[in-house]
């Protein structure tokens, strides 16, 4: 189960995420992404309450970030340790931004 809080504040973002990232739960913030982000310049995840990422997850990451870097920025926050540890085996630490 994952839920998607989302605020918008003219060019900017803030998508929170509780729960699992992975394959059942993937496509729902895929759609939420693709409905959203026109026209922001700048994309906030924060991970304070996701437990968990799977590749299907990451995928949708990846999709957003190169999006992005098209039309302004993306930032992770609040990233917990198993989550980051996940980011870094798979070099996602290196590509994303992830802040506090």
Do not use: C, W
């Not at 799977?54 to 992770?76: D, P, T």
């Amino acid at each position: 189960m994952l839920n998607i809080t989302k605020q918008a504040d003219g060019g900017k973002l803030y998508i929170a995420l509780e729960g699992r990232l992975d394959t059942m739960t993937a496509p729902e913030l895929e759609k939420v992404l693709e409905e959203n982000l026109d026209g922001v310049t700048e994309l906030v995840l924060d991970f304070e309450k996701l437990d968990y990422i799977s590749s299907a997850g990451l995928r949708v990451l990846l999709a957003a970030h190169k999006r992005m870097l098209k039309q302004g920025e993306m930032k992770v926050i609040h990233v917990g340790e198993m989550i980051m540890e996940i980011f870094e085996v798979t070099g996602f630490s290196d590509i994303l931004t992830i802040g506090e």
